[in-house]
T-cell receptor, first 111, second 119 residues
């Protein structure tokens, strides 16, 4: 089983609509969870951390379900500029100084 | 805004040649990393570096790879004898704090990458 698994998409989203997608992780010891954004042929950039109680950052909402080992990202009122690949990222808990990236979910927002 | 810089942006090399990719991490960061991304695939961890030594490395990071911090600012990745399958985008990253545990911000600052093409 992959450490971090995502639906590759693409999710084709009309501008202004809401889109949501999940990611599952296999390591129950993971303690920190993040969504990164990667534009085509660019470097990944941190979008937001994911907290146990769920959290919002503007139009973005992240949720964590530890029991089922998945995290989710919801984007409201999609903008054309939200078109990107969204990378689910987890650490390995107390052991190891690295982040593990999922393969990414591609989102295409269309007018 | 501070940023991680990488050189070269693109390097083409013949199989079997040595390659050195250079990075200047953000100046007050203490943790340094190399990741790679083969075209169309996921971002893969290669190595993390702290306090002048490797803190963790992946299976990809075999004897053909090495890292060095030759001075107070540069962080290099060397591939001794390149293979075709080493063709990828190599990202250097740095962080102010370590990434273990639950209290880290998870923010890796990536450079724009060095695209390596092995012929």
């Amino acid at each position: 089983r992959k450490e971090v698994e995502q639906d590759p998409g693409p999710f084709n989203v009309p501008e202004g609509a809401t889109v949501a997608f999940n990611c599952t992780y296999s390591n129950s010891a993971s303690q920190s969870f993040f969504w990164y954004r990667q534009d085509c042929r660019k470097e990944p950039k941190l979008l937001m951390s994911v907290y146990s109680s769920g959290n919002e950052d503007g139009r973005f909402t992240a949720q964590l379900n530890r029991a089922s080992q998945y995290i989710s990202l919801l984007i409201r009122d999609s903008k054309l500029s939200d078109s990107a690949t969204y990378l689910c990222v987890v650490n390995r808990g107390a052991a190891g100084n690295k982040l593990t990236f999922g393969g990414g979910t591609r989102v295409l927002v269309k007018p | 805004e501070p940023e991680v810089t990488q050189t070269p942006s693109h390097q083409v090399t013949q199989m079997g040649q040595e390659v050195i990719l250079r990075c200047v991490p953000i100046s007050n960061h203490l943790y340094f990393y190399w990741y790679r991304q083969i075209l169309g695939q996921k971002v893969e961890f290669l190595v993390s570096f702290y306090n002048n030594e490797i803190s963790e490395k992946s299976e990809i990071f075999d004897d053909q790879f090495s890292v060095e911090r030759p001075d107070g600012s540069n962080f290099t990745l060397k591939i001794r004898s390149t293979k075709l399958e080493d063709s990828a985008m190599y990202f250097c990253a740095s962080s102010a704090r370590g990434l273990a545990g639950a209290l880290n911000t998870g923010e890796l600052f990536f450079g724009e990458g060095s695209r390596l093409t092995v012929l």
